[in-house]
């Protein structure tokens, strides 16, 4: 997702899977991050560690405006100073008091957590549309190897599966307990109709499961 030498934008999860008034767990490359929708329907992006005791926000709860740590429930704004805590009601936390956010987009149905200071705007989609995500227990070679293809520079790979074009955005690898995971968000042409999508679905599921025997029997390039 590299737009520049500053800075760049990872496309963190699809808009529709993060309803208003909901955090959840997302990952860029320092790690992860609470994603979050207030009730009015905007996004945040917060360091994934309550200033208080340390508690994942993403295990929080979104109430109005503020995401709150489901430990001691302190909460915070969307740009990261703490507005309440419950067990001092009446006092205004000070300034010094507030989570690290980072800059999110939320456009052409996909959400983007900017990495550093991205000089451009995310990729523009124009044309495809938000299918699905889906997690492969694969790094982004065998992913690509999987494709038949290498992503672009902004980690896109286009293909056609069954006499239709097939995109996949790729977020950032990351390191789990059984190996590296990439999340995939899958895009299809706008217009597509459910067979289409449906076809689509099924294909990438296909390409997962070669890429993770690919990964797993070590066989990437
Ligand atoms: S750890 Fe988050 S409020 Fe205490």
């Not at 430990?71 to 969307?78: A, I, Q, R, T, V």
């Not at 052409?108 to 938000?130: F, I, K, R």
């Not at 299918?131 to 290498?150: F, H, Y």
Request: hydrophobic share 40%; aromatic share 4%; net charge negative.
């Amino acid at each position: 997702m590299r737009s520049d030498t500053t800075g760049f934008w990872t496309p963190v999860a699809l808009s529709a899977d993060i309803p208003s008034g909901t955090v959840i767990p997302a990952h860029v490359s320092a790690g992860t991050i609470a994603l979050w929708r207030s009730q009015a329907g905007q996004i945040a992006a917060s360091a994934d560690r309550c200033p208080h005791r340390g508690m994942s926000l993403s295990h929080g709860f979104v109430r109005g405006e503020a995401l709150s740590c489901i430990y001691h429930g302190w909460s915070y704004g969307m740009s990261g100073h703490c507005v309440r805590i419950p067990a001092h009601p009446s006092l205004t936390p000070p300034e010094t008091i507030r989570v690290v956010t980072h800059a999110v987009r939320d456009t052409s149905g996909v959400v983007w957590v900017a990495e550093g200071t991205p000089a451009s705007d995310p990729l523009s989609l124009d044309g495809l549309t938000p299918l699905r995500s889906l997690t492969v227990e694969a790094d982004r070679a065998a992913i690509e190897a999987a494709a038949g293809v290498p992503a672009n520079a902004d980690g896109l790979i286009e293909i056609a599966r069954d006499g239709e074009d097939l995109c996949l955005l790729l977020s950032g690898s990351q390191q789990s307990q059984t190996g590296v995971r990439t999340v995939v968000h899958v895009l299809v042409a706008t217009g597509s109709q459910a067979p289409q999508r449906i076809a689509a679905s099924r294909n990438v599921e296909r390409l997962r499961r070669m890429a993770e025997t690919t990964s797993a029997e070590g066989n990437v390039p």
